[in-house]
Structure formats: structure tokens, C-alpha cells
């Protein structure tokens, strides 16, 4: 049966590209897209004042590696034209007077005009302009004061230096690249998996099996074990892809992570079983197999934090492996914990994957007498 599996997966050649090149697409595509970081920012600058401290602020903009300054505008039309459509997303504006103001010690005023139309993107362009201004306003007061400071001979001051754990730079790709190696691994295991038993029924070789010497136990090992040698295959070189070529660090032990993979593929293989029992042809299984990974995809933490959906909602996530898998992962990945810290997602993985394996088992049994 093992080999009998092995060959039929592998014979066709459509199949060998969805099992060995998709995820290396996919992982390539998700390694450049799934980011949050705003670079280029395409910006219009509106500057009525035109003065030496309004080229400078300009000038901070510009060199950052935030914002890319596309227009110089010199009236209001032309700023709703651009923001309408979306050809700049921020319009810094300079009213007549900053300068004056400024220089005078009176409160000197910037205009940022943000596109919210992207709540997430439009805060995080947001707090980086506000940095930059930030920075502007205390090196011009500095200036001010240096001289005064050094009569009097100093004021106390407190040094605040921040230091983020785990993810120093704050790249976005280094927690979002773990979480597609799950998405991977899950997407691909229950595909391969659901279409099992469907494949046998279409085929017409579902009474062949019936009447094979083979207990409904090995019957459910051969089914299964190609599969998971697949998934373990495709999560071994997806996490090489993912070190190697997108520098993501793994902190945590590697066969951790594998033992982890293997309890996870419990639940995986469990859940493409009893949707492969459960359908008809090879269509109804695909389209199960989405129906549920495309919430478990929503509800695991992938993308949107699980502490800000409702509360029945966060009771819902707890029910969905994916979740902890994803935690599992990232803890390895990013923190470096090790299963004295993650031994209650693995616990839990563990239980899910018995209780699925054992329903399927038996609705596979069921249909097999």
C-alpha cells in the first residue's frame, strides 16, 4: 500500500510540480509580499512658505527611507487631485508663516494630509512622519539652547534607549515568513490527504480495497504515510528557503520544530482523512478542504492579532490547531523557547490529532464495511 501510494502520487507530473514547486512559489511570493513595512511612500509636498526650515524638513522626508517625494504642488486642487486618486498618499504642506513662527518661539504649525483609505498602512506612515518632525523639532531646540546650557552649565537629563526582544530590527517578514511554513505545510497535507479515499472512489478501486487482506488499520498507515513523508519533505525545504534566502533567524532547536511539524501533521492528516471520507468526488473534497482552511488561516493569529477579535471569537480560535501551531513556530523561530515553554501547544496538538485520527479512522472504517 506504502508503495502503491508513493507511485501514484508521484507518476503523474502535474502532481510532482503542485507538491515540489508550488511551495517553493509560494514561499517566494509570501517572502516579498507578506510585509507590513511602508517603504517609498510616494509624497506631495505643498510648501507656500518656501524657506531655508521648510527645505530642511523637506529634506528629512526625502532622505528618509519612508517617504519618496514625487510632487511639489502649489495649490489645493492639485492636492485633491492627487489624493483622489491615490497618486500620494501623504501631502506635507508648509502654510505662509511657519518660518516666522518658528524662529519667533511661537507654535509652528505642518500640515500632514494621510490617505486613510488603508487604516493599518495610513498609522504607520503616520508614526514615521510624526518621527521625523519630532526629530526635526528637538535638533532646532537644541540649537537654541546649546548656547544657554552651556552658561549655566547643564540640565539633568534622562537617556531613554529602547531595545525590542526577539525581532530587533522590527522587520515584519521575520514573524510573518513562520507562519506561511505552517500555511504550507497545512494547505498542502490536507489537500494531498482529502483526496485519498476520493480518488479510490472515483477511480473504482475503493472494492479492491475492501477485499484486500490489508486491516482497516494499515489500510489507514498506508493511506496516510506517504503524505506526511510529503508534508515533512516540503516543511524541511521551505524552512531551509525561508534561512537561507530570506535571512530569517531560528533561535530555537531545528528537531524541536520538526517533533513539533510531526504532532501538528496528526491533526493535518486527521482532518484530510475525514474530509476524504466524507465526499464524493475530488471537486467536493477540494472545496471542503478550503472551507475549512481559509478561517482556520483567519482565526490562527497569521495576520491579525487573536487578542483583538470579540471574545466568542477568541473562544472559537481555541478549537483551531492552526493556532497553536503558528504559536509553536514562531516561538522556535523568533524567541528561541524551547518545550519547557511550549510543552501546553504541543499537549494540546497532541490531543487534537488522536481524537481527529480516531473519528476518521472510524467513519473510514465505517465506509470500508
Same mark, same amino acid.
Given at each position: 500500500?506504502?508503495?502503491?501510494?508513493?507511485i501514484q502520487v508521484l507518476r503523474d507530473p502535474r502532481m510532482k510540480t503542485t507538491i515540489f514547486v508550488a511551495p517553493v512559489l509560494q514561499i517566494?511570493?509570501?517572502?516579498?509580499?507578506?510585509?507590513?513595512?511602508?517603504?517609498?511612500?510616494?509624497?506631495?509636498?505643498?510648501?507656500?512658505?518656501?524657506?531655508?526650515?521648510?527645505?530642511?524638513?523637506?529634506?528629512?522626508?526625502?532622505?528618509?527611507?519612508?517617504?519618496?517625494?514625487?510632487?511639489?504642488?502649489?495649490?489645493?486642487?492639485?492636492?485633491?487631485?492627487?489624493?483622489?486618486?491615490?497618486?500620494?498618499?501623504?501631502?506635507? *504642506?508648509?502654510?505662509?508663516?511657519?518660518?516666522?513662527?518658528?524662529?519667533?518661539?511661537?507654535?509652528?504649525?505642518?500640515?500632514?494630509?494621510?490617505?486613510?483609505?488603508?487604516?493599518?498602512?495610513?498609522?504607520?506612515?503616520?508614526?514615521?512622519?510624526?518621527?521625523?518632525?519630532?526629530?526635526?523639532?528637538?535638533?532646532?531646540?537644541?540649537?537654541?539652547?546649546?548656547?544657554?546650557?552651556?552658561?549655566?552649565?547643564?540640565?539633568?537629563?534622562?537617556?531613554? /534607549? &529602547? /531595545? =525590542?526582544?526577539?525581532?530587533?530590527?522590527?522587520?515584519?517578514?521575520?514573524?510573518?515568513?513562520?507562519?506561511?511554513?505552517?500555511?504550507?505545510? &497545512?494547505?498542502?497535507?490536507?489537500? $494531498?490527504?482529502?483526496? =485519498?479515499?476520493?480518488?479510490?472512489?472515483?477511480?473504482?478501486?475503493?472494492?479492491?480495497?475492501?477485499?484486500?487482506?490489508?486491516?482497516?488499520?494499515?489500510l489507514i498507515l498506508g493511506k496516510l504515510s506517504p503524505f506526511a513523508v510529503i508534508a515533512i519533505i516540503e516543511a524541511v525545504f521551505v524552512t531551509?528557503?525561508?534561512?537561507?534566502?530570506?535571512?530569517?533567524?531560528?533561535?530555537?532547536?531545528?528537531?524541536?520544530? $520538526?517533533? &513539533?511539524?510531526?504532532?501538528?501533521?496528526?491533526? &493535518?492528516?486527521?482532518?484530510?482523512?475525514?474530509?476524504?471520507?466524507?465526499?464524493?468526488?475530488?471537486?467536493?473534497?477540494?472545496?471542503?478542504?478550503?472551507?475549512?482552511?481559509?478561517? =482556520?488561516?483567519?482565526?490562527?493569529?497569521?495576520?491579525?492579532?487573536?487578542?483583538?477579535?470579540?471574545?466568542?471569537?477568541?473562544?472559537?480560535?481555541?478549537?483551531?490547531?492552526? *493556532?497553536?501551531?503558528?504559536?509553536?513556530?514562531?516561538?522556535?523561530?523568533?524567541?528561541?523557547?524551547?518545550?519547557?515553554?511550549?510543552?501546553?501547544?504541543?499537549?494540546?496538538?497532541?490531543?487534537?490529532?488522536?481524537?481527529?485520527?480516531?473519528?476518521?479512522?472510524?467513519?473510514?472504517?465505517?465506509?470500508?464495511?
Amino acid at each position: 500500500m506504502l508503495v502503491k501510494e508513493f507511485i501514484q502520487v508521484l507518476r503523474d507530473p502535474r502532481m510532482k510540480t503542485t507538491i515540489f514547486v508550488a511551495p517553493v512559489l509560494q514561499i517566494m511570493v509570501f517572502g516579498y509580499a507578506a510585509t507590513t513595512d511602508v517603504k517609498n511612500v510616494p509624497i506631495a509636498i505643498y510648501d507656500l512658505d518656501n524657506t531655508h526650515q521648510t527645505r530642511e524638513i523637506t529634506r528629512a522626508f526625502v532622505r528618509s527611507r519612508y517617504f519618496q517625494a514625487t510632487h511639489y504642488i502649489d495649490n489645493d486642487r492639485q492636492l485633491r487631485d492627487l489624493i483622489d486618486k491615490s497618486v500620494v498618499k501623504v501631502v506635507l *504642506r508648509f502654510n505662509h508663516g511657519f518660518t516666522a513662527d518658528l524662529i519667533g518661539g511661537k507654535p509652528a504649525r505642518i500640515q500632514l494630509i494621510l490617505d486613510g483609505t488603508d487604516s493599518n498602512t495610513g498609522a504607520v506612515v503616520l508614526n514615521y512622519a510624526n518621527s521625523i518632525i519630532e526629530n526635526y523639532s528637538r535638533d532646532f531646540l537644541d540649537d537654541k539652547v546649546y548656547l544657554l546650557l552651556e552658561k549655566i552649565g547643564g540640565v539633568p537629563s534622562v537617556d531613554l /534607549r &529602547s /531595545r =525590542a526582544w526577539f525581532n530587533p530590527s522590527l522587520v515584519s517578514r521575520n514573524f510573518y515568513l513562520p507562519g506561511v511554513i505552517a500555511l504550507i505545510v &497545512s494547505l498542502m497535507s490536507l489537500l $494531498l490527504t482529502s483526496m =485519498a479515499i476520493v480518488r479510490e472512489k472515483e477511480i473504482g478501486t475503493i472494492e479492491q480495497l475492501i477485499v484486500s487482506p490489508l486491516s482497516p488499520a494499515e489500510l489507514i498507515l498506508g493511506k496516510l504515510s506517504p503524505f506526511a513523508v510529503i508534508a515533512i519533505i516540503e516543511a524541511v525545504f521551505v524552512t531551509t528557503i525561508a534561512i537561507l534566502w530570506f535571512k530569517i533567524p531560528i533561535r530555537g532547536s531545528i528537531l524541536l520544530l $520538526l517533533g &513539533s511539524t510531526l504532532i501538528y501533521l496528526l491533526v &493535518s492528516l486527521g482532518i484530510g482523512l475525514l474530509i476524504s471520507t466524507i465526499s464524493s468526488t475530488q471537486q467536493e473534497a477540494m472545496l471542503s478542504t478550503f472551507l475549512f482552511f481559509l478561517p =482556520a488561516n483567519l482565526l490562527s493569529g497569521f495576520i491579525f492579532p487573536i487578542r483583538n477579535m470579540p471574545a466568542i471569537i477568541q473562544y472559537i480560535t481555541l478549537f483551531n490547531p492552526l *493556532r497553536y501551531y503558528m504559536v509553536i513556530l514562531r516561538g522556535i523561530f523568533l524567541k528561541g523557547v524551547g518545550i519547557t515553554i511550549l510543552w501546553p501547544n504541543m499537549v494540546i496538538l497532541f490531543a487534537m490529532g488522536v481524537a481527529v485520527l480516531t473519528i476518521s479512522s472510524l467513519r473510514f472504517q465505517k465506509n470500508l464495511g
